[in-house]
């Protein structure tokens, strides 16, 4: 089992960057794909990013591909989520996902593990 802690949300400008961090515990962190979700007030939780067990891979969502960033520290047992160029449009809550399998997927069900999520606002 895997507990996940969300940090680095907060209120920034249009164009603006956030970095997020998602902490995992546990000694298991290498054996688990990684992926960051979103959701906004009234719509359903979209897949942001992920990435392999390795790092290797990576994998983005069409509307942040170019401005987002995601990567993981095996060693740290952290992930990261590095945001740039930030639209009123990126504005959720965002939450790090564990999954066991060795695909990274993009529906949220397929996922074991969440974190509590992390407010992301984006003013214009």
């Known amino acids: 089992q895997v507990q996940l802690v969300e940090s680095g949300g907060g209120l920034v400008q249009a164009g603006g960057s956030l970095r997020l961090s998602c902490a995992a515990s546990g000694r298991t962190f290498s054996s688990y794909a990684m992926a960051w979700f979103r959701q906004a007030p009234g719509k359903e939780r979209e897949f942001v990013a992920g990435?392999?067990?390795?790092?290797?891979?990576?994998y983005y969502a069409d509307s942040v591909k170019g401005r987002f960033t995601i990567s993981r520290d095996n060693a740290k047992n952290t992930m990261y989520l590095q945001m740039n160029s930030l639209k009123p449009e990126d504005t959720a809550v965002y939450y790090c996902?564990?999954?066991?399998?060795?695909?990274?997927?993009?529906?949220?069900?397929?996922?074991?593990?969440w974190g509590q999520g992390t407010q992301v606002t984006v003013s214009s």
């Open positions: 996902a564990a999954d066991r399998n060795v695909v990274v997927h993009v529906t949220p069900k397929l996922y074991d593990y």
């Open positions: 990435i392999s067990r390795s790092g290797g891979s990576t």
